[in-house]
């Protein structure tokens, strides 16, 4: 999709961790139930993060939007990537506070936390 941008992409590949496997072999909160999809996770290691102000505030609601603004009007279309950025915005400051939770809860000397 973005043949220009490979190398770039390559590189940042091998810096990234799956948070997931992490937490099942080595964090556990009753809280998760049985789960350790991100909803689970982050009111207990992310708390400060909230979905419920979104327009796309679920993976499946993020789904029907992108299979929506595929065909919709250019208007519908800016407002559904707009709402779809929104909410990658916030999983991905989820996925910051989840790392930096359990860095400091392994001891690992980190930075100050920024929101």
Not at 5 to 12: G, V
Not at 22 to 34: D, E, K, R, T
Not at 64 to 84: C, D, K, M, S
Request: glycine share 2%; proline share 6%.
């Amino acid at each position: 999709m973005a043949p220009e941008h490979s190398t770039a992409l390559d590189a940042l590949r091998t810096r990234l961790v799956d948070l997931l496997r992490i937490l099942q072999a080595h964090y556990y909160h009753p809280a998760f139930g049985s789960s350790y999809s991100l909803k689970r996770v982050a009111p207990v290691l992310a708390a400060s993060v909230r979905y419920d102000d979104l327009a796309v505030a679920n993976g499946m609601e993020a789904v029907l939007a992108y299979r929506r603004q595929l065909v919709a009007p250019p208007a519908e279309r800016a407002r559904l990537r707009r709402a779809l950025l929104d909410y990658c915005a916030v999983d991905t400051r989820a996925m910051v506070q989840i790392w930096y939770a359990l860095a400091v809860a392994s001891g690992a000397a980190v930075p100050p936390a920024r929101q």
